[in-house]
Every structure is written in C-alpha cells, then in structure tokens.
C-alpha cells in the first residue's frame, strides 16, 4: 500500500497540492484540478501521477487535515514545462503539511516524472530544494522522482533521495491504449494532447514495398537534429526519406560547428557541412503540428522501411557537468513508434536500446545494426545511424523486402509485449526504495 497526503480531498479524489484554488471539472467524474493552471505554473493541473497509479491498479490510500501514519508521502507534482521554476517553492507547502515534514511524520515527494534531463533546469531545481531545506524542511524527507533512470543527477542536486522512474513507458501504455480505442482510461489526465487522437491503429507496415527508407521524428529544438539532417544530406540521402526540419526553431548563427560535426572527419567534409548549414531552409519538407507531440502521417510511416527518432533532450552536456553524459532517457516517442508497430533507431542517450532490450523487447537486428547505441558523441552517433541507411539502400529491392518480413514477427511481439505488460510493479518498487534505501 502507498499512502499520499494531499490538502483537499474532494469527493473521494485528490486536489493537486500547492494549489489554493481549486475546480471541479464539468464532467460527471467532476475531478479537481488547478484553476489557475498556465503555461509558466510551477505545479500541474491535474494529480496525474496519483490517477496513473490508479489506473495500474496500485493501491494508494489517501490521508489529509490530521491523518498521519508511517511512510506517510505529500506529493507536489510539478509542470513538466519547468516554468515556475525561477520562483520559490515553500509556499507550495501548506503550513500543516510543513509542520508534519518538520516533524518528521511526514515525507516531502516532488514528482518531476517527465523531467528526463537537463543539467541547466536541474540546476534549477536544485536552488528550490535548497530553499526548502534552509526555510526548515529536513534534507532527508525531501525525495524527488525524475524520469531519468540511471539516476546522474543525484551528484547535481546533492540529495540522496533522487529515484529515476520509467514514467514514460508506464504513461504511454495507458495513452497508446485510449489513443488506439483498447482502453477508455482516458479520465487519468484532462486536457492532456497526449490523449486527443483515437485513431492510432497498428500500421499497415509490411504490407507492400515501402517507398522510402526512412522518416525521421525530429525534436525541433535539440542540435543532434541537425547534426542527422547534414549527416543525410551530405551522404545524397535525404532525397531516400522523409526529414521534416522547421529552421526557425533554431539559432542557426550561434551554432557552434564543433558541437555538429565529426573532430576526427577532413577539413574538406566540415566545411562542405558548414556550407551546407546556410542552406537547411531547403531541407524542409514542412512541420509537425506541434500541439501533439505523437501526431504523425500513416502514409509517411506505412511508405518507409523505418524511422529515427531524434530524442528531445540535447546529447551533448553542459561544460559543468559531464555526467551527464551517462544519462539514460526513453521518451514518448519510442513507445508511441512500438505501439504502432514500426521500426525505428534512436538518435538518443547511449545504451537506449540496450535498455530497451532488458524491458524484455526486440531489437530489428536484420535491418539495422545496433552499435550506434554504445557512441557518446552525437555527430558519431549520426554518421553510424546513416551507415544504416546507406546500407539498407545498398539492397535490392527483394533483399530488403526479405529483411523486412524477417523483422515483422518481433515488430508484432513488441507490440504485444508494451500493450500486455503489467506495470504496477514499477511503481511498488519506486516506493519499496524510497522506503527502505
């Protein structure tokens, strides 16, 4: 059993804590939420972590006003958008749940799930924890949940209790779920975009010959996507795919070559990247409708052998912090792409698809090989990724087809696998660690 202490208890359901203006949504479910919810609030809308476990079937039960027990918890869960940030985050706290926390009855949870990065906002983060311990809160009843997994910025935030939690795959189940028309379960987060489409049916991929080799799913604000845009283009692959690139979303003349390019490749290929860097508005092929991040074009994904999806977090670290580097992330697009059933690399973290090996799914090894995973540098890690490009493009048309029905069973059991897999015991043992570690 996991017990959450919340402010106010409406109709038997949470209200978000640090809120002291709550609603009640127009629905019959009629939910709290926070009324004066926007883009730069430091606190979320809705107590969503608290519904997901819900919807995983983990028991929690809820205390409030003088309730205590022992492994008592008061989460505030935080704006995944970081504004709010730059303010101070005591009087979130109400005066009843500081005086349990002091009192040592009470532990302080700052739930920052889809937080997967960033040694800058960490940074941040970490001044507010700071205040919090100089304004009385004991350091050792403050426990923050990230959804970095290899917890890396423990060090930075200087607190013992960081928990990196899977959040992403946990919380994409349950959306590819409404989105896909298999669950109803779509009352765990108003409001959210994740949740607006409910037509994302498996692909109808392997069904005919793709048209194209690849689609790319860019970031749209992390360097490494350019980094992959002149890697293609000045391989002449760009024309074998499809690369969807808004240059307006990037500082093209504070760009820092260094940063782009392969140290170790001539002199005449960098400048030729350089060259090209002037010119990526003709690279553009248009733009993702950017109020859903999981919106897609079935056409682009049934029409290509595969997809690279360029993670959201910059790879390369902050100059303080190079940690960093062994950071390990798996966003939403990952599961979204084996929720539909299409193969995909990962201009990401390094040991991404290892990890995604030790979750018990598949790597589409007759397509694509695997040691673009272990490289840190992300120019490196581009250049490998393209080699698989360039050798799928290598092939015959019968080759390639052939290696495309030899990977369509594993694209089938992951499928299976993501939609299957019980996930409650991921949360049971964020919470058997914080307990007991």
Same mark, same amino acid.
């Given at each position: 059993m996991i017990y959450f202490y919340y402010d106010e208890i409406i109709e038997g359901q949470p209200a978000p804590n640090g809120s002291r203006n709550i609603g009640l949504t127009k629905d &019959?479910?009629?939910?709290?939420?926070?009324?004066g919810y926007n883009a730069r609030s430091c606190i979320a809308k809705f107590t969503t972590f608290y519904f997901t476990m819900k919807s995983h079937k983990v028991n929690v039960e809820l205390f409030t006003n003088k309730q205590t027990r022992k492994n008592l918890y008061y989460p505030i869960e935080l704006n995944h958008t970081y504004y709010g940030w730059n303010r101070s985050w005591i009087n979130l706290i109400s005066a009843k749940a500081k005086k349990l926390i002091r009192k040592k009855k009470m532990r302080l949870l700052i739930l920052a799930p889809r937080v997967t990065g960033n040694a800058f906002i960490l940074s941040q983060m970490k001044i507010r924890i700071d205040e919090l311990v100089e304004s009385g809160i004991p350091k050792?009843?403050?426990?923050?949940?990230?959804?970095?997994?290899?917890? =890396?910025?423990?060090?930075?935030?200087d607190l013992k209790n960081v928990y990196g939690f899977d959040w992403w795959q946990v919380y994409m189940q349950t959306v590819c779920k409404v989105r896909s028309g298999e669950s109803s379960l779509h009352w765990i987060s108003h409001n959210d975009n994740f949740l607006r489409?409910?037509?994302?049916?498996?692909?109808?991929? *392997?069904?005919?010959?793709?048209?194209?080799?690849?689609? =790319?799913?860019?970031?749209h604000y992390a360097k490494h996507d350019i980094t992959?845009?002149?890697?293609? &283009?000045?391989?002449k692959l760009l024309e074998k795919g499809s690369f969807t690139f808004d240059h307006n979303n990037y500082k093209l003349d504070n760009t820092n070559?260094?940063?782009?390019?392969? &140290?170790?490749?001539?002199?005449?290929? +960098?400048?030729?990247?350089?060259?090209?860097?002037? @010119?990526?508005?003709?690279?553009? @092929? *248009?733009?993702i409708d950017q109020n859903d991040k999981l919106s897609y074009d079935e056409d682009e994904y049934n029409n290509s052998v595969l997809s690279i999806i360029c993670e959201e977090n910059d790879l390369q670290p902050f100059a303080y912090y190079s940690q960093e580097l062994a950071a390990l992330r798996a966003g939403p697009r990952i599961w979204q792409h084996i929720a539909l059933g299409h193969p995909f690399m990962v201009? *990401? +973290?390094? *040991?991404?698809?290892?990890?995604?090996?030790?979750?018990?799914y598949f790597s589409y090894n007759d397509l694509i090989r695997q040691t673009y995973d272990l490289t840190y540098d992300p120019a490196i890690r581009s250049e490998q990724i393209v080699d698989n490009i360039?050798?799928?493009?290598?092939?015959s048309t019968d080759e390639l087809n052939e290696r495309i029905s030899e990977v369509m069973p594993f694209v089938k059991k992951n499928r299976e696998k993501f939609f299957n897999k019980r996930m409650e015991g991921k949360f049971i043992q964020l919470f058997v660690d914080m307990r007991y570690e």
């Open positions: &019959a479910r009629r939910v709290p939420y926070y009324k050792d009843r403050i426990h923050v949940v990230l959804g970095e997994l290899k917890d =890396v910025y423990k060090p930075l935030l489409k409910s037509n994302d049916v498996p692909l109808d991929y *392997g069904s005919k010959s793709p048209k194209k080799l690849f689609n =790319v799913v860019p970031s992959l845009l002149l890697e293609l &283009a000045n391989s070559p260094k940063s782009l390019f392969n &140290a170790r490749k001539s002199s005449v290929e +960098t400048e030729h990247k350089k060259g090209l860097i002037k @010119n990526l508005e003709q690279f553009s @092929n *248009g733009i201009l *990401g +973290t390094v *040991g991404t698809v290892e990890y995604l090996n030790n979750e018990g360039r050798f799928l493009d290598s092939l």
